[in-house]
């Protein structure tokens, strides 16, 4: 994860308890420094600057930004906490995947401040998460600023998400999280058919994708990522911000593919009574809504679109 946009939901991407109590050992970090008297923390990383910001309403919460766009949230205290609406779909999906409190093997590409795979290690002890991370002196600034618990099976590599994605035993992901971005868009080489045949080797048969996708009017990247996921993936839905939807403003769609039907009324439920009430989309409309847009190949990939000056406020 590097720069991204964000949505007027107050979520990135268009890009949790340490188990820790306060002032004690990594405490002495950023983590235990938040609240009204914290002041932000900056420091240079891979060409950007990256900031800590504390949340004035939540004693021990953080929120990561690159270049001034917000990236994650973290709340040490309560690592279930998702801010962002795009990062709550997600934990929905989480929720959803098997039951409650069951382990996962999970793919994180992508790191920012490990918001999700804190959520994981929280709602699903004994996981084991690997975060893969370009931006090594980002994942230094992070770890050390909001230390993740060292009793959570988390492994972080500073690597390329699709060489690191390379890496992982076949068949051995329950699920592949995909929130990169580079100068606020998704790389090429994380949008094509041969990218999302590497994701289906690494995950379990009856494993799941998802991916933070961003994209405005008309909207022609979304509808190519999913036309792109449909030669891999045989069961895919679609959840966003009904604005997004109907192509009125830039912002985060969350894309789940698998290779088994997924539990689409519950996600629908779920949200559709968030805070931010969003819509899901599968089958025959979501096949209607990519209208006929063409898959994306290795050859001809381009990065997501640039969101408008305005998305950043």
Do not use: C
Not at 11 to 25: E, F, H, L, N
Not at 61 to 70: C, F, Q, R, S
Not at 92 to 102: M, S
Not at 117 to 135: C, F, H, L, N
């Amino acid at each position: 994860m590097a720069r991204r946009g964000t949505s007027s939901d107050g979520g990135a991407g268009a890009r949790k308890r340490s188990g820790r109590k306060a002032g004690t050992g990594a405490d002495k970090a950023a983590g235990g420094r938040a609240g009204r008297g914290a002041e932000p923390l900056a420091e240079p990383v891979d060409g950007a600057l990256a900031e800590l910001v504390p949340d004035r309403e939540r004693p021990r919460a953080w929120t990561l930004t690159l270049d001034g766009a917000p990236q994650s949230h973290v709340d040490l205290d309560d690592p279930t906490y998702l801010s962002f609406a795009y990062q709550r779909r997600i934990g929905h999906i989480i929720d959803l995947l098997a039951p409650a409190g069951q382990p996962l093997h999970v793919v994180h590409l992508g790191g920012g401040a490990f918001t999700l795979a804190r959520y994981v290690a929280a709602t699903r002890p004994r996981s084991t998460q690997q975060v893969i991370e370009v931006d090594a002196a980002l994942v230094q600034f992070v770890r050390r600023e909001l230390p993740l618990d060292p009793q959570a099976r988390i492994r972080v590599r500073a690597t390329d998400a699709r060489a690191g994605l390379g890496k992982i035993p076949d068949g051995w992901a329950d699920l592949v999280i995909a929130d990169v971005f580079s100068g606020a868009r998704t790389p090429a080489h994380l949008t094509s058919t041969e990218f999302l045949a590497e994701v289906r080797r690494a995950l379990k048969t009856g494993g799941s994708y998802v991916a933070n996708l961003a994209d405005g009017p008309p909207l022609a990247h979304l509808r190519a990522q999913i036309a792109t996921a449909a030669t891999v993936f045989p069961e895919l839905a679609l959840a966003a911000d009904p604005a997004v939807w109907r192509g009125r403003r830039f912002g985060n769609a969350v894309l789940l593919a698998s290779g088994l039907p997924p539990k689409i009324a519950e996600l629908t439920r779920k949200v559709a009574t968030d805070p931010h009430p969003g819509r899901v989309e599968h089958g025959r409309a979501l096949a209607d809504f990519t209208g006929g847009a063409t898959p994306v190949r290795d050859a001809d990939a381009r990065p997501s679109p640039a969101p408008p000056p305005s998305v950043f406020g």
